[in-house]
């Protein structure tokens, strides 16, 4: 079955500074890949998805994430961060049946002023 | 506008009662999911229902129950039979390769 790994539960950042959320996955077969937020008592918004075609994919917010098969890895990055990016992340993964979608534990981020 | 709806936003159950947890979408999905959400273990799969009148259980069935009688609705049952249910629950609806979340329900069982 196919699995996610995030690294890192916390990752702080500083406004303005890079922000980068690491993602590996397995899978036994393509998988379709996905990195969802979520702010406190909410539920999760689709911040952008993989399936086929170009591996840098761009999303919501000015975040983007590259999919790289060689390493398993999707991570997400955005170049710039706003206080309001503050939030838990979320990496996801499921086959091309999309019944089974797996969460990562999430990564809380923290930017601060 | 289109969406799921979750209801209640914050339950509040004795420890031994069965609690039902509210899911509505006008989406027209015909996929409806259960999740369940504890801090630092991301969210773990409860059941799902694919098509009315059919549902699979997921990872963390075990004291849980659902119903899909019709397409809009996808109620969840905690039944006292869950050990530990104090949790923040999410619905979700597909289309395609695309979940849409409710803003789910947390649950508190004291």
């Known amino acids: 079955a196919q699995s996610v790994t995030q690294l890192g539960s916390h990752v702080s950042v500083s406004e303005g500074a890079l922000v980068l959320l690491r993602c590996n996955y397995s899978?036994?077969?393509?998988?379709?890949l996905f990195w969802y937020v979520q702010y406190p008592n909410q539920g999760l918004q689709l911040l952008l998805k993989y399936t086929t075609g170009a591996t840098l994919v761009k999303g919501i917010n000015g975040f983007e994430a590259e999919f790289k098969k060689s390493e398993t890895s999707f991570h997400l990055t955005k170049p710039s961060a706003h206080m309001s990016d503050a939030a838990e992340y979320f990496c996801a993964v499921s086959l091309y049946n999309n019944n089974d979608m797996r969460f990562g534990a999430g990564t809380r981020l923290t930017v601060k002023p | 506008d289109g969406g799921i709806t979750q209801s209640p936003k914050y339950l509040f159950r004795k420890e031994g009662q069965n609690v039902t947890l509210s899911c509505e979408q006008n989406l027209n999905h015909d996929a409806m999911y259960w999740y369940r959400q504890d801090p630092g273990q991301g969210l773990r799969l409860i059941y799902y229902s694919q098509i009315v009148n059919d549902f699979q259980k997921g990872d963390i069935a075990e004291g849980y129950s659902v119903s899909r009688e019709k397409k809009e609705s996808f109620p969840l049952t905690v039944t006292s039979a869950q050990k530990n249910p104090t949790a923040f629950y999410l619905c979700?609806?597909?289309?395609?390769?695309?979940?849409?979340f409710g803003s789910g329900t947390r649950l508190t069982v004291v």
């Open positions: 899978s036994s077969v393509p998988p379709y």
């Open positions: 979700a609806s597909r289309a395609g390769t695309g979940y849409t």
